[in-house]
């Protein structure tokens, strides 16, 4: 009962005064670069329990992920909470036990959705989208695989110019033993050579 009356709560914020006005919702690509994570969801929970700076009332919607496009999901990391406040015009309301595709923004940490997203009930979304968002998952696996490549490079290249480096500084430390070593060899021959001169002028 307690769950039904945050979702009519919610119905009725999202109805109320604070409407949004998007101009339009973006492009499948344009939406999936401007989120942090792409993924279908059930909405399991929502915790009310939560006030924001000014007093505000903040929904916190748990949604256990089915199948990620974008974002690393680690194993037995599958939830995500997205954040409601009830003061914010465009925040998107879901409702518990519903499906949807989210694309979500992080923000320090938070996760938020926006009603001028294409973030929907996985039923409203056409076909047509999940292919274009798996297309670009792949495009961006790969791009990724690219720039890990590229790193690996790098380092490596980095670590042949360390080897290098530590090589030249190992082989001027030795020449530089050697140039004093010589220094003092030579030093103390000529000690010895004045020491026998005087020896000499000594003797005679």
């Not at 007093?55 to 916190?60: A, F, I, N, R």
């Not at 409601?84 to 992080?106: H, M, N, R, S, W």
């Not at 110019?161 to 060899?185: A, M, P, T």
Request: proline share 1%.
């Amino acid at each position: 009962m307690k769950q039904f009356f945050l979702i009519l709560l919610l119905s009725l914020m999202a109805s109320s005064a604070y409407c949004c006005d998007c101009l339009e919702k973006p492009s499948i690509r344009k939406n999936w670069e401007s989120a942090n994570q792409v993924f279908i969801g059930n909405v399991i929970k929502v915790d009310s329990l939560l006030y924001g700076g000014y007093g505000e009332k903040v929904y916190s919607f748990t949604i256990k992920i089915k199948k990620s496009f974008k974002g690393d999901i680690y194993s037995g990391r599958d939830y995500r909470t997205i954040l409601y406040v009830d003061t914010a015009a465009c925040d998107f309301p879901f409702a518990i036990g519903g499906e949807y595709l989210i694309y979500a923004k992080q923000d320090n940490f938070v996760l938020n959705c926006s009603l001028c997203s294409r973030t929907d009930l996985l039923n409203n979304v056409s076909k047509e989208e999940l292919n274009a968002i798996a297309d670009l998952q792949k495009e961006d696996f790969k791009n990724r695989k690219q720039i890990r490549i590229i790193k690996f490079q790098n380092n490596t290249e980095y670590q042949i110019d360390l080897v290098k480096n530590s090589f030249e500084e190992s082989l001027k430390r030795k020449n530089l033993i050697i140039y004093l070593l010589s220094g003092v060899v030579v030093t103390l021959l000529l000690i010895i050579l004045v020491f026998l001169i005087k020896r000499n002028k000594h003797i005679n």
